[in-house]
């Protein structure tokens, strides 16, 4: 009798352990980082279960537009193979515009997602007013000729403040709200409008510098919903 009980208990602890890993492998297999990479050591991604990959400056991609032409490499090039959610990050686990180490952040952030429905959601912790510094031509071109006729007119993007520095968890079926034109079109904006490489002169409104950060504001605009 007690040889029955004890097997009982061990068939009921085993089972629960094997769903919990079914669950967690199952959820895992849903998500997918996407690291934007350019000169750090990306070796805290094996700190994490999630699947991984790594968009490399000067390999994979050019070195402008900061983290935005990784991201939409990636896009372009997997647009009809999307994984059901997608974790857009920068190359360093710890930094001053997030709380502790994104590994030890996951699965936080992934609840928080998901329970605001699992379609956008910005993890960055610093809240910042868009500088009226970024009025001018150079994102008003951006936004004309690439944006409006997919999202809307560049007077109507409101709001004007947010979270700053383009990392967010965000799921296909917003992501596929848009063609793969207007990524391709994103894109090669930013590829054939930022000058030089790198972050080049901040007073150069179409450095690498200011095109990315006209691309970090415009991300909640596009897979907001």
């Known amino acids: 009798m007690i040889f029955v009980a004890v097997l ?9 352990f094997v769903s919990k890993n079914l669950k967690e492998s199952f959820e895992q297999q849903n998500y997918l980082i996407v690291c934007a990479k350019y000169n750090k050591n ?7 279960s999630i699947p991984s990959i790594v968009i490399e400056k000067n390999k994979d991609v050019p070195n402008v537009g900061t983290e935005a ?15 059901e959610n997608l974790i857009f990050i920068h190359d360093e686990n710890g930094s001053w ?5 994104i590994t030890d952040n ?9 329970k605001k429905g699992s379609t956008y959601y910005e993890f960055n912790n610093m809240k910042i007013e868009k500088s009226s510094a970024y009025h001018n031509e150079a994102e008003k071109e951006l936004w004309t000729q690439v944006f409006e006729p997919h999202i809307c007119k560049y007077d109507d993007a409101l709001p004007v403040s947010g979270r700053c520095c383009a990392q967010f968890i965000v799921s296909k079926k917003q992501i596929l709200k848009h063609p793969k034109v207007f990524y391709q079109k994103y894109y090669d904006w930013l590829i054939d409008n930022t000058s030089g ?11 690498g510098y200011n095109t990315g950060r006209y691309a970090e504001w415009s991300w909640r605009f596009i897979f907001s919903p």
């Open 42 to 48: 990306t070796d805290f991604l094996t700190k994490t």
């Open 197 to 207: 490489e790198g972050l080049g002169d901040k007073n150069d409104i179409y450095s």
């Open 69 to 83: 032409t990784s991201y939409l490499h990636y896009i372009l090039q997997n647009y009809d193979s999307l994984p």
């Open 97 to 101: 515009h997030h709380e502790g180490d």
């Open 106 to 114: 996951l699965d936080k952030w992934i609840s928080q997602y998901e």
């Open 8 to 16: 009982l208990l061990f068939c009921i602890l085993f089972y629960s």
